[in-house]
């Protein structure tokens, strides 16, 4: 018993020195979550084809269908944003703001989205490959990448198949500027896409 009140003082003392770094009931910084939007105008006009279309539900390896936002500081790394997260997955958000374009656009007499059941005339499906914060160099830049590929339904070929990649420099060096970046990228990567799909599908109406 005759030892307890210097090992007590002892603690007290180890843990006073200690303390900037220990954070005892300190609460953790609130997540934020992000929305991907498409910044473009819809200003472009296309001659509409009398075809129907059916668009795929995007897919992604494991990195891009997260939530969570990706980084990367060296080419063979890939971090996450601790307190920034997307309101829901890079793939989910793709395959929506894509199907609004083409519905803006009017390239297609009809554009409808799986799981519909239905028989169209072509059928799209698109791959998302790239999707992260380039972040090496300050600010770094937002990656895109993806692989779309064009299917005939009348006559069971392949009409075309393209990549598309576009990296966007962001504002900040932070997770909010990444954002800001992604929306640029997939608005220039929709740009790319909607304008193909004119493009192949004149040989196709």
Not at 8 to 30: D, E, N, P, R, T
Not at 54 to 73: D, H, M, N, Q, Y
Request: one cysteine or more.
């Amino acid at each position: 018993m005759k030892f307890r009140l210097p090992v007590i003082i002892i603690l007290i003392v180890m843990f006073s020195g200690f303390g900037c770094s220990i954070k005892l009931g300190k609460k953790s910084s609130a997540k934020t979550y992000y929305v991907l939007q498409d910044p473009d105008t819809g200003e472009a006009t296309y001659r509409k084809r009398p075809l129907s279309l059916l668009l795929g539900e995007t897919t992604a390896p494991a990195l891009a269908s997260s939530r969570k936002i990706v980084f990367s500081r060296t080419p063979d790394t890939r971090s996450f944003y601790q307190y920034a997260s997307w309101s829901e997955t890079p793939p989910r958000f793709f395959t929506r703001l894509l199907l609004d374009r083409l519905e803006t656009a009017r390239l297609f007499t009809a554009v409808c989205r799986r799981p519909a059941v239905v028989h169209t005339d072509l059928q799209l499906s698109v791959e998302l490959i790239e999707f992260y914060h380039d972040a090496g160099k300050p600010p770094g830049s937002a990656r895109i990448k993806i692989r779309a590929q064009l299917f005939d339904s009348r006559r069971k070929t392949t009409v075309g198949q393209q990549y598309f990649f576009h990296a966007v420099a962001t504002p900040t060096y932070d997770a909010k500027g990444a954002v800001q970046g992604f929306s640029q990228a997939v608005g220039l990567i929709l740009d790319d896409v909607v304008n193909w799909l004119d493009k192949v599908t004149k040989l196709s109406d």
